[in-house]
Structure formats: structure tokens, C-alpha cells
């Protein structure tokens, strides 16, 4: 994916404006509790064909939103970093990654277009590379900083190696 993808965000919002399908400016849907649909990026990469088919099956509104990469998120990476269960060599290695990713400040690094519909939500969604990196390095610092991780492992085997008295 495109380093930055602010020309296709511009793209979408004037093909938004042009078709007449209203534009509701909203937050990111994936938290969203409708059982959600991923429009297939991959095989059909065209935006404008989600919107048709979307006003063709009777949506009357399009919520768009886009993510703007904002340092804050590698500062809040950093500080997991230090409590983060690595070691020195890991955390070297997750610190360069995140200060590699500093040269995106600023740059639109998701797209994401959808339409709520007959009790479910239909998603269109475009990450960076780069972005998708870093949620998988926030994905590992979640992991290596929950307190909880082993506990919750000793706890489902029992006392006794997976066996359990009811007494």
C-alpha cells in the first residue's frame, strides 16, 4: 500500500460528494456491535464499486473516516516498551522500529467507508503497510505487558496439572 494515502482519501470524498450518497464524517467502525462484512480489497481494490453496491442495495448513508499517524501513538508504544517482558535486545530492536515509523507523522495511514444495513455493517478498508506495522508491534507490546498472561495460564491447568476437585 501507498506510503501515504491522502490523494485517495481526497478521491473518495469528491466521488462521495458527486454520486449524492450523504457523508457522515465518523469514528472508526470495527468496535461496532452489527455483525460486521469486510469488503474483499484485494480482489475488487476500487472504492467506487463498494459505494455503488451499497446505494444499489438501498443505504442511505456512507459514514467515512479517516486516521491521520500521530506520534503520540509510537510515545504511548514507548512507555509499554519499558514494561514490556523483553529482552534488552528486543526492546532495542521494538525502540528502532517504532522511532523508523516517526517519519509518518502526519500522513493519512487508514481509509475505511461503511454502511449500516439490514442489521449489519458493511466495511471497506485501507491500511498502510507501515500501519499495519505498528499495530502488530502494539499488538506485541499488549502481550508482553499483561500482567495476567501467566497467571491466567496456571489458573486454566488447575492445581494439578489441567485436573480439579469439585470438593
Known amino acids: 500500500m501507498a506510503l501515504d494515502l491522502e490523494t485517495l482519501r481526497k478521491e473518495m470524498q469528491a466521488h462521495l460528494e458527486k454520486s449524492g450518497m450523504p457523508i457522515f464524517f465518523g469514528h472508526h467502525r470495527m468496535l461496532d456491535s452489527l455483525i460486521q462484512v469486510s469488503w474483499d480489497t484485494q480482489g475488487h481494490p476500487d472504492f467506487r464499486e463498494f459505494i455503488e453496491t451499497g446505494r444499489k442495495s438501498g443505504a442511505k448513508l456512507v459514514v467515512f473516516n479517516q486516521t491521520s499517524f500521530q506520534l ?65 508491534i502494539l499488538n506485541e507490546l499488549e502481550v508482553a505487558s499483561d500482567p495476567f498472561s501467566d497467571e491466567e495460564e496456571e489458573e486454566e491447568e488447575g492445581p494439578i496439572g489441567g485436573y480439579f476437585s469439585n470438593n
Not at 525502540?95 to 509518518?104: I, S
Not at 475505511?112 to 449489519?120: D, I, K, M, N, W
Request: overall charge negative; hydrophobic content about 35%; aromatic content about 14%.
Open 72 to 136: 503520540d501513538q509510537i510515545d504511548e508504544a514507548l512507555e509499554e516498551l519499558e514494561t514490556a517482558d523483553f529482552t534488552r535486545e528486543e526492546k532495542r530492536h521494538f525502540e528502532t522500529r517504532l522511532k523508523q515509523l516517526q517519519a509518518y507523522e502526519g500522513f493519512t495511514c487508514s481509509l475505511q467507508l461503511s454502511f449500516a444495513l439490514e442489521g449489519r455493517l458493511y466495511l471497506f478498508e485501507l491500511r498502510t503497510d507501515w500501519y499495519d506495522s505498528m499495530r502488530d
